[in-house]
């Protein structure tokens, strides 16, 4: 089994940012892919941004160049860092890693951007 817990999030004005970490633990043998996804009330989860171990990085279109992934292999830990926020970016943020077929997600973490 593999335990992610989700970190960072909170209240912040439009215009700020934040930053999320994600800890990997537990059997990590073969992780294919490690990343972020968001769920606003009443609306369904999307993938915010990821990436794979073979190097490649995917951003949703609302977030390019506001948002930015990265990882630290050694601690088994994902982040992502969130400038120039706005409103609608507030929801509920969970991490995801996928290995072999199976994917784990943390709790979630709340990002709610309002004045």
């Known amino acids: 089994q593999v335990q992610l817990v989700e970190s960072g999030g909170g209240l912040v004005q439009p215009g700020g940012s934040l930053r999320l970490s994600c800890a990997a633990s537990?059997?990590?043998?073969?992780?294919?892919?490690m990343g972020w996804y968001r769920q606003a009330p009443g609306n369904q989860r999307d993938v915010v941004a990821a990436?794979?171990?073979?190097?490649?990085?995917y951003y949703a279109d609302s977030v390019r160049g506001r948002f930015t992934i990265s990882g630290d292999n050694a601690k088994n830990t994902v982040y992502l860092q969130m400038n120039s926020l706005k409103p609608e970016d507030t929801a509920v943020y969970y991490c995801?890693?996928?290995?072999?077929?199976?994917?784990?997600w943390g709790q979630g973490t709340q990002v709610t951007v309002s004045s």
């Open positions: 995801t890693l996928r290995q072999g077929v199976t994917d784990y």
């Open positions: 537990g059997s990590i043998f073969s992780t294919n892919r």
């Open positions: 990436f794979t171990t073979v190097g490649t990085t």
